[in-house]
């Protein structure tokens, strides 16, 4: 590339992360699926107000409260059916509940002018296994001290037969790529994040309970999310902070994470997660690549609204 069209990349402005499906797909605004269930809500104080919240991009929340008395057999053991019917009878905004060929609940957004991105999460979502019991919701990071790529190959392969008068014939066969791993480290101490890297259980202390975070026992999965990044674009020479003409979006379709080491001592404590993403089949069977990079303008950037999505 010539050095006057050249673009360098800097920084880490800004990182989100977001649980997938719990058939492990990409949720969109037409297919977000959670369990097939039965789903048990035996625990809720009020099971007549079940809190669901529902966000469409930076608009505001909408919160309905579900009955669970109404048309439900048993609290403990409400059926993907039963709960598909209770949703629908909030009428949340152009959200409708239906059951999938797979026996999933779903949600899908049955309205004009669709939104690029719609959260599910609360209680209710959260116990009907939307995010893998997580929630569809967007863990939004400014902290991120550093973020590192290494690619996962498959190396060349020489395979070789030789004859009986000692001469080799070989067959030399492609490398190719069979993901990415990806190290993060945070300089912030951010409980709600490290539940979905590492599978635990956070509990924000809205219910009443102090604020705690659990770590994964044997018995917990993992949670698999998609992880979007966004890095600074300049050009070439002397820059000022404000010289910059856009930004790259890394996108990495499906991960899991581990949480690496951390020490305590006289100075700050980071965070170190490594994340390994794999190449992505749609619900259509069809194939994507592991990781994706968009150039954004400026004013594309802002448009996404990254802080109030």
């Not at 800004?14 to 058939?23: A, E, K």
């Not at 790529?149 to 492609?174: V, Y």
């Not at 790529?177 to 539940?195: C, E, I, Q």
Request: hydrophobic share 35%.
């Amino acid at each position: 590339m010539l050095r006057d069209t050249a673009h360098y990349i800097y920084g880490l402005p800004f990182v989100r992360i977001m649980p997938l499906n719990d058939n492990l797909k990409l949720p969109i605004p037409t297919n977000m699926l959670g369990g097939i269930g039965p789903f048990d809500f035996s625990d809720e104080a009020d099971p007549a107000a079940i809190p669901m919240t529902i966000k469409f991009d930076n608009g505001t929340p909408e919160t309905i409260m579900i009955d669970l008395t109404v048309d439900v057999i048993d609290i403990a053991a409400v059926t993907v059916t039963e709960l598909r019917n209770r949703i629908n009878a909030e009428n949340p905004m152009d959200i409708i509940a239906s059951v999938n060929a797979n026996g999933r609940i779903k949600l899908a957004y049955d309205g004009s002018d669709p939104p690029d991105y719609i959260q599910v999460y609360n209680i209710a979502a959260i116990i009907a296994m939307f995010g893998q019991g997580y929630g569809l919701r967007f863990r939004k990071i400014d902290t991120f001290k550093s973020l590192g790529e290494t690619p996962i190959t498959k190396d060349e392969e020489t395979i070789t037969t030789t004859d009986a008068e000692g001469r080799d014939t070989s067959l030399i066969t492609d490398g190719y790529r069979k993901g990415v791993t990806v190290g993060l480290v945070d300089s912030a101490n951010d409980w709600d994040l490290r539940a979905v890297l590492e599978g635990g259980h956070y509990n924000d202390g809205v219910d009443g309970n102090p604020i705690q975070y659990d770590v994964p026992t044997s018995e917990d999965t993992k949670c698999y999310f998609y992880l979007e990044a966004f890095f600074k674009i300049y050009t070439r020479g002397d820059n000022k902070v404000g010289d910059l003409v856009g930004y790259e979006k890394m996108l990495v379709r499906t991960c899991k994470a581990s949480v690496g080491d951390k020490s305590h001592e006289a100075g700050w404590s980071d965070d170190n997660f490594s994340i390994t993403a794999t190449t992505y089949k749609d619900e259509n069977d069809d194939l994507f690549p592991d990781t994706s990079y968009y150039e954004l303008t400026r004013e594309a950037y802002d448009a996404l609204d990254l802080y109030n999505v």
